[in-house]
């Protein structure tokens, strides 16, 4: 490992080392045409497929198609579109979620102006029943696309075939903790090799794997071409206001990809506005409210969602009811304070899945949680009956909780409740855990679908809480419900 030294060699100024290089798209630019170019392949083939299968029904039948021509004209708008939207665009975290809606978006747009435009123009009786079979088959096939490639490339990515190599300026807390990140979700695929700083910390090894200071700001542009570098992020360092702006003007001219972090982070959200006075740039953040009429509206629709799935899962809960009841250990149901909104108590319920429990309700000794982990899963001696372990594995041991949504206990999106004692423990010795109750605990939760299950880092688990509370939106609460599906479908040990 090598340590950055404390001065800069002998009539080198800082962050600007070696000869200016020529002009060039550089690695980055290249990555990124050859990833628009992929997905624009992908999109179009599949427009022509959906194009075909639009075609072979009517065909079937005997009767009048969609003209070429039209066919034509619908994905070369929505391609335009898709291009507007930013789909053929390298991101740092693509969200298959995310890019589902955008293409649904997009083809229920050009459906629209296809639609118009023919009924304007044409007398066609079958205008609008052609058109709209084209857009059904059209997003279906796109989204389809999308999802394919967005496994091949989180596969790849994971197995270390595919990503780019990640240089972080700044080894200290923030540093480090962007590094853990990335290292945790290799998907992502940025890969750290190691540090810029001057004045580094003390080093210690990041969940297992050593990231090296690889030198001060002025080996800035001897690291990026020896260690292939793709993308820079600037955190925190000691380093001053100018050498920084040096940096980022470096990367830019060696066709690096930079990040910036921003002071007071901890308070930006996705709403953030940007205003300049003169040359200055201004962040106008909007914060989100919990007391506002967002979130009463929310609530009160969670009260309406819990009654409907009640009643449809009605059925499906009678089985399961008599099936604890049948299993050995006690009663049907499992009753736990925990700990929810404006820091109030209430009876959580679930399914019983254990036999009956020594402990006394609401305790559990300190000892059988890892160190800096959060409670849950099997604690101490498993006493899962082979009902509850079934309940467990396919998270049914939950739908109880549909109850305390209906009394408005929960919310079916939200921070997941903890019990009293620890919530005391908790609030003390980690940074931010009391601002979970701005919100009513959930069903499911962003730290939840993000992986932060069961005895999980809590320090990690507390920072995805917080940001879907500061960056709340009617559509994050739908992808969340989404991703928690996909995870009770893909079910846990």
Known sequence: MSHATANPPSGLPLAEPGPEPGPGPGRRERQRRRWALTNLAADAAMLLLAGAAAALGPLAANVPAEPL??????????????????????????????????????????????????????????????SVRLWGFATAYLCAGRVGIALAVRRARVRGEAGTNTLIVGAGTVGRTVARRLLQRPELGQRPVGFLDKEPKDHEEIDGVELPVLGASWDLEEVVEGHDVGHVIITFSTAPHAVLLSMVRRCQELGVEVSMIPRLFEGVNNRIHVQHVGG???????????????????????????????????????????????????????????????????DMLKFRSMQADPVVEGTVPIDVIAAGSAPGGVEGVDRRTRVGSFLRRYSLDELPQLINILKGDMSFVGPRPERPGFVELFSQDVRRYADRHRVKAGLTGWAQVSGLRGQTSLSDRVEWDNHYIENWSLRLDVKILLLTVAAVVRPVE
């Open 69 to 130: 021509h039209w066919v034509i004209g619908f994905s070369l708008l929505v391609l335009v579109l898709l291009r507007v939207r930013g789909l053929y665009a390298l991101r740092l975290q693509p969200s298959v979620v995310d890019d589902v809606a955008r293409v649904a978006s997009s083809t229920a747009a050009a459906a629209m102006v296809l639609i118009t435009v023919r009924l304007l123009i044409e007398s066609d009786a079958d205008a609008a029943r052609q």
């Open 280 to 346: 200055v740039p201004l962040l106008v953040v909007r914060p989100v409210d919990p007391k506002g009429w967002q979130f009463a509206v929310k609530y009160a629709f969670d009260r309406v969602l819990a009654a409907l799935a009640l009643l449809a899962l009605a059925p499906l809960m009678l089985v399961l009811v008599v099936a604890v009841a049948l299993s050995p250990g006690g009663g049907v149901f499992y009753r736990q304070r925990r700990v929810g909104l404006d820091g109030r108590s209430f």
